[in-house]
């Protein structure tokens, strides 16, 4: 890091490149909420099918578990993307200074603490 300040052109760069890291995190937040709630509702549906009738063969893959895959897909999509964010961030952070704080780093965090809590609710009620 320079200690003179950044020129215009350098510092809209540097902006705009802050900004496509945050939307690059956004759209996998938005992904992996897709993916924990799929799996989420695919637990619930066979949970609520299975409920009205005795079934005769249990098939190969559970539903319960292909839901479980899919909540811990989300759950690992989230997690790696969060901390290429923040790799991301530290390396423009070394090359042109303090950035501000990251909205969608503080969303992914809360929304894996969700999807975390769908994982073990699924987990248990097997």
Same mark, same amino acid.
């Given at each position: 890091? &320079?200690?003179?300040?950044?020129?215009? %052109? &350098?510092?809209? #760069?540097?902006?705009?490149?802050?900004?496509?890291?945050?939307? &690059?995190?956004? #759209?996998?937040?938005?992904? %992996?909420? %897709?993916?924990? #709630? +799929? =799996? +989420?509702t695919i637990f619930k549906f066979s949970e609520y099918l299975s409920a009205d009738k005795n079934r005769a063969?249990?098939?190969?893959?559970?539903?319960?578990?292909? =839901?479980?895959?899919?909540?811990?897909?989300?759950?690992?999509?989230? &997690?790696? #993307?969060? +901390?290429?964010h923040r790799r991301e961030t530290k390396a423009l952070e070394a090359a042109a200074g303090p950035m501000l704080?990251?909205?969608?780093?503080?969303?992914?965090?809360?929304?894996?603490?969700?999807?975390?809590?769908? +994982?073990?609710?699924?987990?248990?009620?097997?």
């Amino acid at each position: 890091m &320079t200690d003179r300040p950044l020129d215009d %052109s &350098t510092r809209l #760069a540097v902006e705009r490149t802050r900004l496509a890291s945050e939307r &690059t995190l956004m #759209a996998w937040i938005r992904t %992996s909420i %897709s993916l924990i #709630a +799929f =799996g +989420f509702t695919i637990f619930k549906f066979s949970e609520y099918l299975s409920a009205d009738k005795n079934r005769a063969h249990q098939p190969i893959l559970s539903s319960w578990l292909i =839901g479980l895959i899919m909540i811990a897909l989300g759950l690992a999509a989230l &997690t790696l #993307a969060w +901390f290429q964010h923040r790799r991301e961030t530290k390396a423009l952070e070394a090359a042109a200074g303090p950035m501000l704080y990251s909205v969608s780093g503080v969303m992914a965090g809360l929304i894996a603490g969700l999807g975390l809590i769908a +994982f073990v609710l699924v987990l248990l009620r097997h």
